[in-house]
């Protein structure tokens, strides 16, 4: 073959793989999803008195939607244990018998918000396995494990906020973080069926897995079905103690639920049905406020 004729037959062989990166990038950008807006994310409250279900469904929020737990309760005794600075603060108030400013509880969802990798992490959109990219004008492709991700963040809050002022003040750090609440979901259960389910719940204290004496035992009794150790049930998961906790439940909550009711975010579902009758119930919730999230965004 003369010099010519190679030179040629190899043009041709560029001409073709250009034209075959030019199609596979046009794939590449067609299957990436278009970029959420902060109105398409899920960032949920779960409200509901103790024993309500709480503990039971925020984990499946998190597993199915991929977002980060945020428990205030839980947050604040790390935050004690760690001695960060916010925690030192609320133990030096909780040692003189003082409740934790709002200020610091806000503080510490902002803290999770920014450096918790679960809540960074939360609807991580799906990239194309194949992406091309120009170094030295050249066209090349790089391996899926090489992009970087796109995420957007996402969170269920369970414990807080308790009053308005709170409400009022999480509504603040979001807007300063250009991010909104998309709904408030309220469990809803009776007194005297939430004492029954209390005194019998039993708790594996690393990880907030839930388990019930009656209507969920563990597989073995007093142990944890996924590492073997052993559950405790609360020392305040008595009777008087519950129907004090309550009542503070109900004084506090009602301005709370009437607040985002006039935002029109509150949503009511019944815990008084078998959990995954309950999950079903909040999977349709979420989605419904996904794709009106999606319709205003549009």
Same mark, same amino acid.
């Not at 594996?204 to 035992?217: A, C, D, I, N």
């Given at each position: 073959?003369?010099?010519?004729?190679?030179?040629?037959?190899?043009?041709?062989?560029?001409?073709?793989?250009?034209?075959?990166?030019?199609?596979?990038?046009?794939?590449?950008?067609?299957?990436?999803?278009?970029?959420?807006?902060?109105?398409?994310?899920?960032?949920?409250?779960?409200?509901?008195?103790?024993?309500?279900?709480?503990?039971?469904?925020? =984990?499946?929020?998190?597993?199915?939607?991929? @977002? &980060?737990?945020?428990?205030?309760? *839980?947050?604040?005794?790390?935050? %004690?244990? !760690?001695?960060?600075?916010?925690?030192?603060?609320?133990?030096?108030?909780?040692?003189?018998?003082?409740?934790?400013?709002?200020?610091?509880?806000?503080?510490?969802?902002?803290?999770?918000?920014?450096?918790?990798?679960?809540?960074?992490?939360?609807?991580?959109?799906?990239?194309?396995?194949?992406?091309?990219?120009?170094?030295?004008?050249?066209?090349?492709?790089? =391996?899926?494990?090489?992009?970087?991700?796109? @995420? &957007?963040?996402?969170?269920?809050? *369970?414990?807080?906020?308790?009053? %308005?002022? !709170?409400?009022?003040?999480?509504?603040?750090?979001?807007?300063?973080?250009?991010?909104?609440?998309?709904?408030?979901?309220?469990?809803?259960?009776?007194?005297?069926?939430?004492?029954?389910?209390?005194?019998?719940?039993?708790?594996?204290?690393?990880?907030?897995?839930?388990?019930?004496?009656?209507?969920?035992?563990?597989?073995?009794?007093?142990?944890?079905?996924?590492?073997?150790?052993?559950?405790?049930?609360?020392?305040?998961?008595?009777?008087?103690?519950?129907?004090?906790?309550?009542?503070?439940?109900?004084?506090?909550?009602?301005?709370?639920?009437?607040?985002?009711?006039?935002?029109?975010?509150?949503?009511?579902?019944?815990?008084?049905?078998?959990?995954?009758?309950?999950?079903?119930?909040?999977?349709?919730?979420?989605?419904?406020?996904?794709?009106?999230?999606?319709?205003?965004?549009?």
């Amino acid at each position: 073959m003369a010099i010519t004729d190679e030179l040629e037959y190899l043009k041709s062989l560029v001409t073709q793989l250009q034209s075959k990166i030019t199609t596979l990038e046009e794939k590449a950008k067609a299957s990436v999803a278009p970029k959420k807006t902060p109105a398409q994310q899920l960032r949920t409250i779960l409200i509901g008195p103790p024993g309500a279900g709480k503990g039971t469904q925020a =984990p499946r929020i998190r597993d199915e939607f991929c @977002v &980060c737990h945020l428990a205030t309760g *839980d947050m604040l005794r790390e935050q %004690v244990a !760690q001695k960060t600075p916010l925690g030192k603060k609320a133990k030096k108030i909780m040692d003189a018998g003082g409740l934790v400013s709002d200020d610091i509880m806000v503080h510490m969802i902002k803290d999770q918000l920014e450096h918790n990798k679960a809540c960074k992490n939360g609807y991580v959109v799906p990239l194309p396995r194949v992406a091309v990219t120009e170094q030295n004008s050249v066209p090349r492709v790089l =391996p899926p494990d090489t992009l970087p991700p796109r @995420v &957007c963040r996402s969170f269920v809050l *369970d414990g807080f906020p308790r009053t %308005v002022p !709170q409400a009022e003040k999480l509504d603040s750090m979001l807007a300063d973080r250009k991010e909104k609440l998309d709904s408030v979901v309220e469990l809803e259960i009776p007194d005297q069926l939430l004492i029954s389910r209390i005194t019998g719940r039993l708790i594996h204290p690393s990880s907030g897995r839930t388990y019930h004496k009656e209507f969920q035992p563990p597989k073995k009794v007093m142990t944890d079905d996924v590492t073997g150790e052993p559950l405790i049930q609360r020392s305040d998961d008595n009777i008087d103690t519950l129907t004090k906790r309550l009542k503070s439940f109900h004084t506090q909550t009602g301005p709370v639920v009437q607040y985002y009711k006039d935002k029109g975010l509150w949503r009511r579902i019944d815990a008084t049905q078998a959990p995954s009758v309950v999950w079903d119930n909040l999977r349709q919730v979420f989605i419904a406020a996904h794709q009106q999230g999606k319709g205003k965004s549009s």
